[in-house]
């Protein structure tokens, strides 16, 4: 396969290559992909616990078990207050 890097990347990896930390760019491509494979999964993981609370509010506020804005604010002002002053 025919690579052709920035000049940055390539000096980049020429380093990690020099420093022994991988034997050739094959091995550094793969540990890339690797890193992005792994980075991909942690945000679907993320998107799909944040869709579920999204789901979770929408399915109270349809019930009718809304919380009052300006109530709740305050009170979490009152928590950091709290914490701050135990510090």
């Not at 999964?41 to 506020?61: H, K, P, T």
């Amino acid at each position: 396969m025919a690579l052709s890097l920035p000049p940055e990347l390539q000096q980049f990896a020429n380093r990690q290559i020099a420093s022994g930390k991988y034997a050739s760019l094959d091995d550094i491509l793969l540990a890339g992909l690797q890193a992005l494979a792994e980075r991909e999964q942690i945000y679907q993981g993320r998107f799909a616990d944040l869709r579920d609370e999204v789901l979770l509010g929408a399915n109270e506020a349809e019930r009718g078990e809304l919380l009052e804005a300006s109530v709740e604010i305050n009170a979490i002002r009152q928590r950091l207050r709290s914490r701050h002053t135990e510090s």
